[in-house]
């Protein structure tokens, strides 16, 4: 056999065998990657669910799942309900994996204390002291108890629950009047009839007013019309 023959043969047999063996590289390597990728999963959510129903969501997907020993309370997650997950819910997980999570023990219950007789804010820094939230805040206006006073609280002091309703008491309804028009009238005058039914009045100003009166109110806050009460206060202005 030639000697260039030979050389051919010998260079088309190691072509061949690179040949092949790129191809093994090429194809170990997608395998490789579609095992891996078949090896992950995405976390499902399990927020809500009890610790069987998690455990059986995450067996389905390959996954484990491991309960933290130290329960939490928290108000909107019911008792033995999982509040918290790790990794969450979306992540990308492999086969295998567990999955750690909260359970809840469900909303805080605390002896409830004695608020009647309480001013309100008295009464919320002590539920707040005590991790109690309010529930309803119902209010009457009565002149038998002291204004602000919480008048009625449920449930009853001593027991055990999570919030508490209170009603409490804004005080008699204060007396108002309709402001009159008292625009054209001599200021002191007015000024002195609203003082004496104990109204809050007071001149601010003065501004040019051709044709009128020196003294004589030309502008009011509130206007006529207004409801106003013993501590509104009334503005007047005059002409000078």
């Known amino acids: 056999m030639r000697l ?8 088309k047999f190691f072509l061949i065998v690179g040949a092949l063996v790129a191809t093994f590289l090429i194809f170990f390597g997608i395998s490789m990657r579609v095992a891996l990728r078949a090896r992950v999963v995405e976390v499902p959510v399990l927020l809500g669910l009890t ?7 995450l067996a389905a997907l390959g996954l484990g799942l491991r309960v933290d020993d130290n329960r939490r309370a928290d108000p909107k ?17 492999r086969r295998q994996r567990t999955i750690r999570v909260w359970v809840s023990s469900g909303p ?6 004695e608020l009647v007789g309480q001013t309100e804010r008295t009464a919320r820094i002590r539920l707040d002291q005590d991790g109690i939230q309010i529930g309803t805040l119902s209010e009457i ?20 629950a999570p919030e508490v309703s209170m009603l409490v008491n804004r005080g008699e309804q204060a007396t108002t009047f309709v402001m009159p028009d008292l625009i054209g009238m001599e200021a002191d005058r007015a000024a002195d009839a609203m003082r004496s039914s104990r109204f809050r009045v007071t001149i601010v100003g003065t501004q040019a007013a051709p044709g009128i009166p020196p003294g004589t109110i030309v502008n009011q806050q509130p206007r006529a019309g207004f409801k106003v009460g013993e501590e509104t206060p009334i503005s007047l202005e005059v002409s000078r």
């Open 108 to 113: 805080r219950v605390t002896t409830v204390p």
């Open 141 to 160: 206006r009565s002149p038998d108890y002291p204004t602000d006073a919480v008048v009625a609280q449920n449930p009853p002091p001593a027991a055990r």
């Open 51 to 57: 610790v069987n129903e998690a455990t059986e969501k």
């Open 77 to 93: 997650v019911p008792l033995g309900r999982v509040m918290q997950q790790d990794p969450g819910a979306g992540m990308q997980a």
């Open 4 to 11: 260039g023959t030979r050389v051919w043969n010998v260079g």
